[in-house]
């Protein structure tokens, strides 16, 4: 990582990715497009052969899987994304520490002549970006130190719930960085909350802003916040699924062809969200805008009060909220 990146010096010098989803791929994508990180530099780690294969043609950046011995490179980059599932926390925490034991026992071996005389490789170049530094810290202590100065290596997690408290335990030696993004950064459109651990460095956390800022709003909260900013941002996009499906089946049920049902119900949530950033509008003075007195809207408005449409969103996002923090 460099505190500035300039014209011709990438964002990152290397990137340890722990799981190859659809969101860690949304934000590879816009880093290796605009030569933030070069490809060399990039090291992937997902469950499957099969997957890092496919994974690995299609990115054209380094994959393996889990299982491979090749895998604990990505635990070596100066800037690791942990973007697996919250239940597979402790398997990433035991690769870690695996990765981080293996490097000690090479660096023993070699002997710490050896390791002077060694010749350093060129400035940017993939091996420079996985420096495989001896460790002090036993467990999850980082493998490797960071390529640029005396900065701890930095994690970013994006699994849901899990405390920056929970991480900095598991991952001891690490600077850590909590973010929660939403499925519409997958059209770089997206959210991300964000809540920093301590002691970051000023280049880690440009790295961070800029990694999320590649893919939409970037905002940086009080941790307690996250929980709320997932159950409404992160779940949101599901729920809002849900009423747009709806909205197309009442669309359908009305008498219009599906495929315009839907049509309209996308057209019509895009437009009012529109309406309602552009004009600086609350929801409720756009609702009172539409409805006429005894006209169709009121009348479709009554229906959903009656249903308890309101009150079942909002425990919605309570529950999501208060799973988010079970989950931490």
């Known amino acids: 990582m460099t505190e500035h990146a300039g014209a011709s010096e990438p964002l990152l010098s290397g990137l340890g990715i722990i799981g190859l989803g659809q969101m860690a791929q949304a934000l590879l994508l816009p880093l290796l497009e605009q030569g933030d990180v070069r490809p060399a530099a990039v ?4 469950a499957s052969p099969a997957s890092a294969e496919q994974l690995q043609q299609q990115l054209q950046v380094a994959v393996c899987a889990a299982a491979d011995g090749q895998a604990a490179a ?3 980059a100066p800037v690791v994304l942990l973007a697996v599932k919250p239940q597979q926390l402790a398997a990433a925490v035991t690769a870690a520490a695996d990765a981080a034991a293996a490097v000690r026992a090479a660096h023993s071996r070699s002997g710490a002549s050896a390791a002077a005389s060694a010749t350093p490789p060129a400035s ?3 091996a420079s ?3 495989g ?6 467990d999850a202590s980082p493998a490797a130190s960071s390529a640029h100065g005396d900065e701890f290596p930095l994690l970013i997690s994006v699994l849901a719930g899990v405390s920056l ?4 335990a598991s991952f001891p030696g690490w600077r850590v960085v909590r973010a929660v993004p939403n499925t519409p950064c997958l059209v770089r459109a997206g959210i991300t909350g964000l809540a920093w651990g301590e002691q970051l460095s ?3 956390r440009h790295c961070v802003r800029q990694l999320f800022g590649r893919v939409g709003q970037v905002l940086e909260l009080p941790e307690p916040q996250l929980d709320g900013l997932l159950a409404v941002a992160s779940s949101g996009p599901a729920l809002m699924a849900v009423v747009i499906e709806a909205l197309a089946d009442g669309g359908v049920a009305a008498g219009l062809p599906r495929a315009l049902a839907q049509e309209l119900a996308l057209a019509m949530t895009g437009g009012t969200v529109a309406l309602l950033q552009q004009k600086g509008l609350h929801p409720g003075q756009l609702k009172d805008m539409v409805s006429s007195p005894a006209g169709t809207t009121i009348t479709a408005l009554r229906q959903l009060e009656r249903g308890a449409v309101r009150s079942a969103l909002i425990e919605a996002v309570l529950a999501a909220a208060e799973r988010s923090r079970a989950l931490g």
């Not at 090291?43 to 997902?46: K, N």
């Open 43 to 46: 090291r992937a780690v997902v």
């Open 129 to 131: 970006a996985f420096p």
């Open 133 to 138: 530094a001896p460790s002090e810290h036993g």
């Open 202 to 204: 000023d280049g880690q």
């Open 74 to 76: 990505a635990w070596q």
């Open 124 to 126: 940017g170049s993939a």
């Open 165 to 168: 408290a929970r991480l900095q």
